[in-house]
């Protein structure tokens, strides 16, 4: 431990102002909550004016050691590692009873800056006036860099708590806006039934599917997946859901409504982001379906008679090319008794512990055995069977499911 040199009466008043001098400088400048940097000057005069510190450096642990501090010597501390030696200690040590580099015996003693246990930073100090070298003046300069070092945590853990908070809020104003996207109530009348599943991966998903009532005898649905996640996803999918009813009060042709969204999403979309769509029309009088699938997950349409027809024609992804290279509308009967469901490629893309994926044939496999049960009861148990596919496995996508039983 360092020397103890004995202080007169005068020496110890004179320090004891200089101690409160410094502190109340500290302390004025944390409560005007200026930034880390001025902290840091004020903390340099502060040991080199007041109490006559000539050479001084300091690493702070900020995720990695670094130097903010280095006054009074020629050496680029900035550049150097801290020695092992010193990371070890907790106590104030000369550096003479240390196996350091040379450059390190610049400093006559290391002072860790203690918090809750743990070591937030080192000061190394040089030669100070004779009566500030005893043990009580070395404790001022670690009581000073505490409280420093301390309040720059603080202010750094505040700014974090108000970043957090403004995500949290983006995330909740998201969550509503996304929540609003989905249709209210959905039809269980003598014609069809359409029931829907919604599981997000995150708090902020980039699944949507939606319902419009046309006319009396038609009406649309769709299923659609947002690349990416979270904010921008969302802010995309509402732009898509305002894009299509605003497109479907002027036609419902989907050559139109295919071709516009797609203009809609190239103009609006940022970070390369595109949108996977599967669009379809039904009219109750004539069972006619015309879709266009835009690039999304095959929807599996299930006959009576167990067989079943992937409806893949339409177009690419939307987003992607301001004019769609290639459009076309398919038209199709639906047959009594016939079971649709379209969904999300979080359904599909689920692995077993030898990898092997759960897949579109998986799903028809499933579809054929349990097609007689009712849709909330096909969803709880798709859901669950998938979930059961790989029981150590997370889900590692949203999933949405969007069936529609022909009457």
Same mark, same amino acid.
């Given at each position: 431990m360092p020397e103890i040199v004995v202080p007169t009466v005068q020496q110890e008043l004179n320090l004891k102002k200089l101690e409160l001098s410094a502190l109340l400088e500290i302390t004025q400048a944390i409560n005007e909550n200026l930034p880390d940097s001025a902290l840091y000057k004020i903390y340099r005069f502060t040991l080199l004016a007041q109490l006559q510190i000539k050479r001084l450096v300091l690493f702070v642990h900020d995720e990695v050691w670094s130097c903010k501090v280095c006054f009074g010597t020629d050496e680029e501390f900035s550049r150097c590692e801290l020695p092992e030696e010193i990371l070890s200690l907790t106590e104030i040590t000369y550096t003479?009873?240390? @196996?350091?580099?040379?450059?390190?015996?610049?400093f006559e003693n290391v002072i860790p800056i203690m918090h809750n246990g743990k070591v937030l930073? *080192?000061?190394?100090?040089?030669?100070v006036q004779p009566y500030y070298t005893n043990l009580e003046a070395l404790n001022f300069v670690q009581t000073v860099s505490n409280?420093?070092?301390?309040?720059? @945590?603080?202010?750094?853990?505040?700014k974090q708590r108000l970043a957090q908070e403004s995500i949290r809020r983006e995330i909740e104003i998201a969550r509503e806006v996304q929540s609003m996207l989905f249709p209210k109530?959905?039809?269980?009348d003598k014609d069809v039934t359409i029931h829907a599943s919604y599981i997000p991966?995150?708090?902020?998903?980039?699944? %949507? %599917?939606? *319902?419009?009532?046309?006319? @009396?005898? @038609?009406f649309l649905f769709c299923v659609a997946d947002v690349s990416g996640k979270g904010v921008p996803a969302s802010l995309l999918m509402s732009n898509f859901q305002a894009g299509l009813r605003t497109i479907l009060r002027q036609t419902s042709d989907l050559n139109t409504v295919v071709a516009e969204l797609n203009n809609l999403i190239y103009r609006n979309a940022i970070a390369e982001k595109f949108i996977t769509a599967f669009l379809a029309v039904y009219n109750r009088k004539t069972r006619e379906l015309c879709y266009v699938n835009a690039g999304h997950n095959s929807p599996i349409l299930l006959y009576r008679s167990n067989e079943h027809r992937l409806l893949t024609e339409g177009c690419t992804m939307l987003g992607v090319f301001d004019v769609l290279p290639f459009m076309s509308v398919t038209r199709i009967q639906v047959p009594e008794h016939s079971v649709l469901l379209c969904y999300t490629d979080g359904l599909t893309e689920v692995f077993d512990a030898e990898e092997a994926e759960y897949g579109i044939e998986g799903t028809i496999k499933f579809m054929q055995k349990h097609r007689f049960v009712s849709s909330r009861t096909l969803h709880m148990q798709l859901l669950s069977e998938i979930n059961l596919y790989n029981e150590e496995a997370t889900f590692s996508d949203d999933i949405t499911l969007l069936s529609c039983r022909f009457k």
């Open positions: 003479s009873k240390l @196996q350091v580099p040379r450059r390190w015996r610049a930073a *080192f000061v190394l100090i040089g030669k409280i420093m070092l301390v309040a720059i @945590q603080n202010h750094k853990m505040a109530s959905l039809p269980n991966h995150s708090s902020i998903g980039g699944d %949507y %599917y939606d *319902f419009v009532e046309i006319d @009396q005898d @038609q």
